[in-house]
């Protein structure tokens, strides 16, 4: 009985272990010179352009875009190093939004 409690109780404690590590890239990094360049700039807040952080197969990329309901934005994508990202032919904001875990808001135009 002690000797099946022990297993259990080291089974719990590898299984919480295995839980609690951080998995894919860090996001606590900074915010590329160019990205807080481009923020600093954009002083118009008609169509409520945004910045955010993704995970994004296995990186950090961060997603420009706006919330304007009448508004016809186009999204834009960046490296962790502030470079655009040119995604693949056919590849949607929507497949992106799908597969892609929101990391955090970075920046909402006028907020």
């Not at 609690?20 to 008609?46: E, F, H, R, V, Y």
């Not at 955010?52 to 961060?62: A, I, L, S, T």
Request: glycine letters at 6%; one cysteine or more; aromatic letters at 10%.
């Amino acid at each position: 009985m002690r000797k099946t409690l022990l297993i259990l109780a080291g089974v719990v404690l590898l299984y919480a272990a295995a839980c609690s590590k951080k998995k894919g890239p860090p996001t606590d990094i900074p915010i590329p010179a160019s990205l807080q360049k481009m923020i600093a700039q954009d002083t118009n807040c008609t169509c409520s352009p945004y910045l955010k952080e993704y995970v994004w197969r296995n990186q950090v990329v961060y997603l420009q875009g706006c919330a304007g309901i009448a508004c016809n934005c186009i999204s834009l994508y960046y490296t962790a190093a502030g470079e655009p990202i040119e995604m693949p032919a056919g590849y949607t904001i929507d497949n992106f939004l799908a597969e892609a875990p929101l990391v955090k808001t970075v920046w909402n135009c006028g907020q």
